[in-house]
């Protein structure tokens, strides 16, 4: 049976995180019907180990993709949405606490209403880190965001270029926005994102990346958005090998 929604997750290490994260999806949510789909990043801990007993006890719901080294949340996350078979997308960072197994349902019903909106958990109009000439950019935090299928077509999917992370999130919104999508804050939603959790614990390892410290990366992939902006450059991002398809 084909599920209703696909929820994709890249992880790094961390396996505490996706422990919890996979018990909340796999066990506690249950509606709607939903399948996991996890890109292990080149973990290097028990993560693997983890994910493979994992899929054997929930073959049906749970898919697992292998990289062999960090290919960056952006590229991590692509892979699971080029094979993600729900109807409803839903892109989350394995480090979020969950309080009700109804939050799925929650998630998704702005677009039930509407498929031509961005739903997340959080929506950012004041910070001043998306300043563009003077225009601060608004933006859905990218720990948690909802959208229908048809979005991939329209807007496209994550910016590779934002590697290994950080503006990818301010991006997509634009991009959104830009096409005539509506960007919606679901309202009491029962999730806590913990604050970055997973790349705080994985600091030492983001300066290894491509030699960019998390800073550092930060600056570039903020230079990066800010030269987008002004270049009014919004069209469709498909990964290389991805397309348009009617």
């Not at 950012?124 to 300043?131: G, H, K, M, P």
Request: glycine share 6%.
């Amino acid at each position: 049976m084909r599920p209703e929604v696909s929820i994709i997750t890249p992880v790094w290490d961390m396996c505490d995180l996706t422990e919890q994260f996979c018990r909340a999806i796999l066990e506690h949510t249950l509606r709607p019907s939903n399948e996991l789909i996890i890109i292990n990043n080149g973990s290097t801990d028990r993560t693997p180990y983890y994910l493979a007993k994992k899929q054997k006890d929930y073959p049906d719901r749970l898919i697992v993709i292998t990289n062999t080294q960090n290919r960056g949340f952006s590229a991590g996350m692509n892979q699971g949405l080029a094979i993600a078979s729900g109807e409803f997308l839903v892109c989350a960072s394995n480090d979020i606490w969950f309080y009700h197994a109804d939050w799925l349902e929650m998630l998704i019903a702005p677009l039930r209403i509407n498929k031509r909106r961005l739903a997340g958990a959080r929506y950012i109009n004041f910070n001043e880190l998306t300043r563009v000439d003077g225009q601060i950019i608004p933006y859905l935090e990218g720990f948690m965001l909802a959208f229908h299928k048809q979005f991939l077509k329209d807007v496209g999917f994550f910016d590779e270029a934002f590697f290994p992370a950080f503006y990818e999130d301010v991006d997509l919104s634009w991009r959104a926005m830009r096409h005539g999508y509506e960007l919606v804050q679901v309202d009491v939603l029962p999730v806590q994102h913990l604050c970055g959790k997973s790349a705080l614990n994985n600091a030492e390892k983001f300066h290894l990346v491509g030699d960019l410290g998390v800073p550092e990366a930060s600056r570039k992939n903020q230079a990066y958005f800010q030269d987008k902006i002004r270049r009014g450059d919004d069209s469709p991002y498909y990964p290389k090998g991805e397309a348009c398809s009617e």
